[in-house]
């Protein structure tokens, strides 16, 4: 059997640092670099984050939507991406946010998890507005292949807290049900593979209210959006995640650290100075 996805990232962190440098090659950035908007342009972007970052985050996400906007020469690109990011030994998530019936989530399953897949990630995110349920077949392909899944639980942004924070029936929360529905899967797969952490995780964003959730119970990894541009900072993580294991929170920032570029050395130094700030809150 695979090792799990959640065994996989906490080595990673504990290697470098519970940092995720999000690839976000908007227009607005690429101009500010001085490159053109278009898949040459992302090409060059990404190439110059990848080799500045790696040694000292754990993680890269590209944003499909920034890819997807070009056709077929920008997932061209994003395949580029996803095998680079992997060379340099980096955990890769493709922050594609796909959510369907289970039929057509088997077939995103396929497309970004399974081995054969030109498109093949570390991790995928999710939403499971259509019920965790009908990703029974990406969970599983997720599990035997040593891949994870970020689900969207409680987002950074606050246009999502109506939904998320609505009540089911039992009086509880909908992001405490998805929360809930997701510890079990990873009681189940820690249970059939000796893992410490599943590989079902839980995007929280930074932003939120520590002690609303029951993190702890998760079992499995956290991606964590909303630090830097959207507002926290390294000690609201802390205090946020304080009950869970070490090594199993894995933080987002794109927009802070991209707007460092293009200069290498300046990337590198921006991811070095927040990764051993995440590093020290969540210690």
Request: proline share 5%; with cysteine.
């Amino acid at each position: 059997m695979a090792e799990s996805f959640g065994d996989r990232l906490r080595r990673r962190v504990e290697q470098t640092s519970p940092l995720c440098v999000g690839l976000d090659p908007s227009s607005g950035l690429l101009e500010r670099w001085g490159l053109p908007d278009s898949p040459a342009g992302i090409a060059a972007m990404a190439d110059a984050v990848l080799e500045a970052v790696a040694p000292a985050a754990a993680a890269i996400k590209p944003q499909v939507a920034f890819f997807e906007r070009h056709g077929a020469a920008g997932f061209a690109v994003l395949e580029e991406v996803l095998a680079a990011g992997r060379d340099q030994g980096l955990l890769v998530i493709a922050d594609a946010k796909r959510g369907d019936i289970d039929s057509t989530m088997a077939a995103y399953g396929q497309a970004w998890l399974s081995e054969e897949s030109p498109l093949k990630a570390d991790a995928l995110t999710v939403t499971g507005y259509l019920g965790i349920g009908a990703m029974q077949e990406v969970l599983e392909l997720a599990a035997a292949t040593g891949r994870g899944l970020f689900c969207v639980v409680a987002s950074s942004n606050r246009e999502g807290r109506t939904l998320q924070e609505a009540t089911i029936p039992t009086g509880a929360s909908v992001e405490s049900m998805l929360l809930n529905q997701l510890a079990h899967a990873n009681e189940w797969e820690r249970a059939c593979s000796g893992a410490t952490l599943g590989p079902y995780g839980a995007v929280v964003g930074a932003t939120r209210t520590a002690g609303s959730l029951a993190l702890e119970s998760l079992g499995g990894p956290f991606l964590v959006p909303g630090v830097g541009a959207q507002g926290a900072t390294p000690a609201d993580v802390g205090a946020l995640f304080a009950g869970v294991p070490r090594g199993s929170v894995l933080v987002n920032a794109s927009r802070s650290i991209l707007a460092t570029g293009p200069d290498r050395g300046a990337l590198r130094a921006a991811a070095e100075e927040l990764g051993g700030q995440l590093a020290e809150a969540l210690r």
